[in-house]
């Protein structure tokens, strides 16, 4: 069991989260995650490792609260406990110094990105971080990014922060600018905000790293649930990856996956719904 | 009547016992056991059938090396107690043996009886007389736990190799920690293994044995992950690498990334360990196709296929690329297949998965085959009917080829020697190249059963002990203590 410290909510369902998890948090790299079983019965989610205290020996998560079994992770309070916590896994992130790095984060994405470019800023790079989202209250972590960017951009798709549009808008002009052109781009997001990244960058032939989250199960290889095509390859994200490099990431299968359960989970909160009004 | 005034002649005029099992109808659409195990009275009628042999080929036949005749004679005497206590002594999960072991190519196959009728069923009897120690669990038939020998070991995977090896050096005194890389128990037994072959709680109370013995279970640690292999030689004794199979072999045609193509350990983790399709309270998802089929001719194809049935499949269709003769499932298992209603579609090669506009599995299509010359396993290999082309209709595709060695592990000691399927190398003893480590199962043999696995965990076992009480070998060992 695994004692929850702290449990705040950063935007309308997302919560980071700090959890008592000793080996892990020693033995934990940038770009790794855990599985998360809230308890009995749960799914087993894939979690991003936000942060690691090896000292006090916790990790930090960030929680979208999406389907049943994000909500019950996402519902334990400081003080409760999660029943698994499994790792870390997948491989670290290939942190060098390139010089100049933009990271791009959309939504949640932002914090599966925050310990990606803590780790390059560490290593000496010029971080320009861009990050966006629909709406002000769902642009998380600009302060946290602040800390080690060179420069923080937000963008919002309705304009109430930032520049309005979308996280693409601002990476291109960045691109455009000989004296900020980033010798490589780490982008996490929705799926379709990391195609369209990867387009971007494609024709300027920058290295650009995804992170994807595809349906994992055991998060050890042992399934292939988690299989994603790259460069017509069939790879398993939670132990290849997640990262891979977004120019060789066959994406339309990947959002095609992803949708595999859609279906179910609409029926499994809609049911539980259901049970708390009947309550 | 007991089975010493019996002569041999009467011995052998007794009919060999039929198990009882539920009945194919209704099991088709739900996970109860099938074979429901032997009656008392059966049970001792069967073992009066077994001549006590003065060869005992039973035993050589057994991976484990159960002393076969000591328990069935202890079975006809109606001594259930020692017939327990003869298992235990020899055979950490008698009760899981008793249900998936293939004992018509183990003991059952070197039986003297069978030479000119049918074997004893050595595995009912097995079965027969754990269940009954699970029943009457008492401190009685427990081992328990000697004094302690100060050596500590640390075994990764908590599967039957694991379990095995724990058991024995645990009842040698040493101090066993067991690190699970998932969040339960049992390993294969439990992620594998359907419910209707071997129910959970038969895994929950052999497990719960190790416990008795002072074995520590950590769930939840990935070695190579969470800690180190090189970590745990430093704070263990001795290591037994037990992690398993790994990763599954893909199919390597067009179409296995539509949605509702399965692995198969992707599919029977879903419904095994997760629960999909059979717990109400269950949150893991499964896609229970109306017409599925699967790839492959082993156990694990069997067990997929019939899953998929027990979950509402109008088809359940296995293909197959040989004839049913070459199937390395169980008689017993492609036996109750068909009783079920799975369609064995043999002598059928997959060649594409067929998919709709969203994305979705529509089909499958094959290329029929035929046998050729033997190939090097000397089975005769299939090769394409030129031509012979045509499509099933399936909403779920599971491939049930079988899996390839995980580097999770592996990966991280450089040091660790490795054949060329990148499965551990050992030794005859289970010793691998790194000094005190040992290994054993699947991922030493690549996919194979869970008695070989046993049979390994024995052996490591015993070559362990023989190495952490040796004095020369544990010098310049720091003191053994659990990692933190």
Redesign the interface.
């Known amino acids: 069991m695994h004692e929850v410290l702290s449990n705040e909510m950063l935007a309308p369902n997302l919560h980071r989260m700090v959890i008592r998890a000793?080996?892990?948090a020693a033995?934990r790299k940038p770009g790794q995650f855990v599985i998360v079983?809230s308890e009995n019965?749960?799914?087993?989610i894939p979690l991003t490792i936000g942060d690691a205290d090896s000292i006090e020996g916790t990790i930090t998560l960030f929680v979208q609260a999406v389907?049943?079994?994000t909500k019950k992770i996402a519902g334990t309070n400081s003080g409760g406990r999660l029943?698994?916590?499994?790792?870390?896994?997948g491989m670290p992130t290939h942190i060098e110094n390139w010089g100049r790095v933009a990271c791009v984060g959309g939504g949640v994405g932002t914090a599966v990105l925050y310990p990606m470019a803590k780790a390059l800023a560490e290593a000496g790079n010029e971080v320009t971080t861009i990050i966006g989202g629909r709406s002000e209250s769902l642009i998380i972590l600009a302060d946290e990014l602040s800390v080690f960017s060179a420069e923080t951009r937000i963008t919002t798709e309705d304009g109430s922060l930032g520049r309005k549009g979308f996280v693409t808008a601002e990476l291109e002009s960045l691109l455009k600018d000989p004296m900020r052109a980033p010798q490589s781009v780490f982008a996490v997001g929705p799926v379709p905000m990391m195609k369209a990244i990867a387009e971007l960058t494609r024709p300027y032939g920058i290295t650009t790293i995804v992170s994807l989250n595809p349906i994992m199960?055991?998060?050890?290889?042992?399934?292939?649930?988690c299989?994603v095509?790259v460069g017509g390859e069939?790879r398993?994200a939670c132990?290849d990856g997640p990262e891979f490099d977004g120019h060789l990431v066959d994406f339309n299968?990947l959002s095609?996956?992803l949708?595999?359960?859609r279906e179910?989970?609409c029926r499994?909160v809609q049911q539980n719904k259901d049970d708390r009004e009947a309550a | 009547m007991t089975g010493k005034r019996l002569t041999p002649k009467e011995r052998m005029a007794i009919p060999r016992v039929q198990m009882p099992e539920l009945d194919a109808g209704q099991r088709r659409v739900n996970f109860q056991e099938v074979n429901l195990g032997l009656s008392e009275r059966q049970a001792i009628m069967e073992a009066m059938r077994c001549l006590q042999c003065q060869s005992k080929p039973c035993v050589e036949g057994c991976p484990v090396g159960i002393h076969i005749p000591l328990f069935i004679e202890a079975i006809a005497e109606a001594d259930f107690l020692r017939a327990a206590r003869v298992l235990q002594r020899d055979n950490a999960l008698p009760a899981v043996c008793g249900r998936v072991c293939p004992q018509e190519v183990q003991c059952e196959s070197s039986c003297v009886l069978g030479k000119k009728g049918e074997p004893v069923a050595i595995g009912h009897l097995e079965r027969f007389a754990a269940d009954w120690a699970l029943l009457n669990d008492s401190k009685s038939v427990r081992l328990q736990a000697p004094p302690p020998s100060g050596k500590s070991v640390a075994i990764i995977g908590c599967g039957p190799a694991g379990i095995t090896a724990a058991a024995e050096l645990a009842v040698k005194g040493h101090a066993v920690t067991i690190f699970e890389?998932?969040?339960d128990t049992g390993g294969v037994l439990r992620y594998g293994i359907p419910e209707f072959r071997l129910p959970k709680r038969i895994i929950d109370r052999e497990v719960s044995r190790l416990a008795g013995l002072g074995v520590r279970i950590e769930?939840?640690?990935?070695v190579g992950?969470?800690?180190t292999l090189r970590r745990l030689r430093e704070e263990f004794d001795a290591v037994f690498i037990a992690n398993?199979a790994?990763?599954?072999i893909?199919l390597g045609i067009p179409g296995?990334?539509l949605?509702?193509v399965?692995?198969a350990?992707?599919y029977l983790?879903?419904v095994n360990l997760?629960?999909a399709g059979q717990?109400a309270?269950?949150?893991?998802?499964i896609?229970r196709g109306h017409s599925v089929v699967v790839i492959g001719g082993g156990n694990t194809a069997m067990d997929c296929v019939r899953v998929a049935r027990r979950l509402g499949a109008g088809r359940a269709m296995l293909v197959y690329r040989r004839s049913e003769a070459e199937m390395p499932a169980r008689v017993e298992e492609v036996q109750h297949a068909k009783e079920e209603g799975i369609e064995m579609i043999l002598l059928t090669a997959p060649v594409e998965v067929l998919g709709d506009e969203?994305?979705w599995t529509r089909g499958l299509r094959c290329q029929k085959m035929m046998l050729g010359e033997p190939d090097a396993s000397g089975r005769r290999r299939p090769v394409p009917v030129a031509g012979e082309i045509h499509d099933l209709d399936a909403d779920v595709v599971i491939n049930a080829l079988g899996t390839r060695a995980?580097?999770?592990l592996t990966a991280t000691e450089p040091e660790l020697k490795l054949n060329r399927w990148k499965n551990i190398e050992i030794d005859g003893d289970g010793a691998t190249s790194l000094d005190g480590v040992f290994a054993g199962g699947d991922i030493v043999r690549g996919g194979a059963t869970v008695i070989l696995a046993m049979g390994d965990g024995k052996r490591a076992a015993s070559a362990m002990h023989a190495y952490l009480t040796d004095a020369s070998s544990s010098t310049g060992r720091p003191m053994a203590s659990a990692?933190?």
């Open positions: 000793p080996r892990v033995a079983r019965g749960a799914e087993r389907g049943a079994s029943r698994d916590v499994a790792g870390p896994l199960i055991d998060g050890t290889g042992m399934c292939g649930g299989r095509l069939t398993f132990v299968n095609d996956r949708t595999t359960y179910h989970e499994v | 890389a998932l969040h769930c939840n640690v990935v992950k969470t800690v398993g790994g990763l599954p893909m296995e990334n949605k509702g399965y692995s350990n992707e983790t879903r997760m629960g717990d309270d269950c949150a893991t998802p896609i969203s994305g995980n580097p999770l990692v933190q």
